[in-house]
């Protein structure tokens, strides 16, 4: 039993080290954040017009097919049990119109 631990110990000190040998420290040299903010303003209208045109419908349609399955499926349980439930409709009601007004108002947050 302590030649096992031994071992496993020894593997990990060994592991450990061929770790801590192998990796090299990175040091940033000149303005990181500011060829970010070059990197972002130069690249920024792009960005904005893929999201705008792409990433904000598709998100739409997708809740909206799940907002229409979840309003049908909860209409036959009403059919079935008697009790119709809200939230998961109501839910996905509030996210598809966030995701609907989103581009009026997310490029003012973001900048």
């Known amino acids: 039993m302590k030649r096992k631990s031994v071992k496993i110990l020894l593997c990990v000190v060994i592991v450990a080290l061929v770790g801590v040998l192998c990796t090299a420290t990175a040091f940033a040299a000149g303005n990181v954040a500011g060829a970010i903010e070059n990197t972002w303003n130069s690249a ?55 995701t609907l007004t989103a581009p009026l108002y997310i490029w003012t947050i973001l900048g």
Do not use: R, W
Not at 54 to 79: C, N, Q, R, W
């Open 44 to 98: 920024q209208g792009q960005v904005k017009d893929v999201v705008n045109k792409v990433v904000f419908p598709v998100v739409d349609m997708i809740l909206a097919i799940l907002f229409f399955v979840k309003v049908g499926t909860s209409y036959f349980e009403y059919k079935k049990h008697g009790s119709f439930e809200f939230t998961a409709p109501a839910i996905l009601f509030a996210c598809l119109i966030f």
